[in-house]
Nanobody, 121 residues
Framework: QVQLVESGGGLVQAGGSLRLSCVAS????????MGWYRQAPGKQRELVATVTSGSSTNYVDSVKGRFTISRDNAKNTVYLQMNSLKSEDTAVYYCNADIKPMYGRWFRAYWGQGTQVTVSS
């Protein structure tokens, strides 16, 4: 069984920083892209950033220059460093990974349970 577990959320003042982590564990054969999504109250879940297994990155325009996504393939972990946080960054942040389980035939998307990030103005 494969699990994604996020950590690092919390309450921070505007202009501050937080670092989110997400560890994939279980019977994993291979991981392709990993990423972070977020969902604010009353809004749809949106893509924040992704990183491929070769460390190519992609960001939504609203976080470019402020957020940095990275991964440690040896630890099956993806990070999201969030700087210069704004009140509009307040949301539940979800980790996502494209994983082929040890006994599975295909890659599929797995999700973490989410971690709350609240930015006070």
């Amino acid at each position: 069984q494969v699990q994604l577990v996020e950590s690092g959320g919390g309450l921070v003042q505007a202009g501050g920083s937080l670092r989110l982590s997400c560890v994939a564990s279980g019977s994993i054969f291979s991981i392709n892209a990993m990423g972070w999504y977020r969902q604010a109250p009353g809004k749809q879940r949106e893509l924040v950033a992704t990183v491929t297994s070769g460390s190519s990155t992609n960001y939504v325009d609203s976080v470019k220059g402020r957020f940095t996504i990275s991964r440690d393939n040896a630890k099956n972990t993806v990070y999201l460093q969030m700087n210069s946080l704004k009140s509009e960054d307040t949301a539940v942040y979800y980790c996502n990974a494209d994983i082929k389980p040890m006994y599975g035939r295909w890659f599929r998307a797995y999700w973490g349970q989410g971690t709350q990030v609240t930015v006070s103005s």
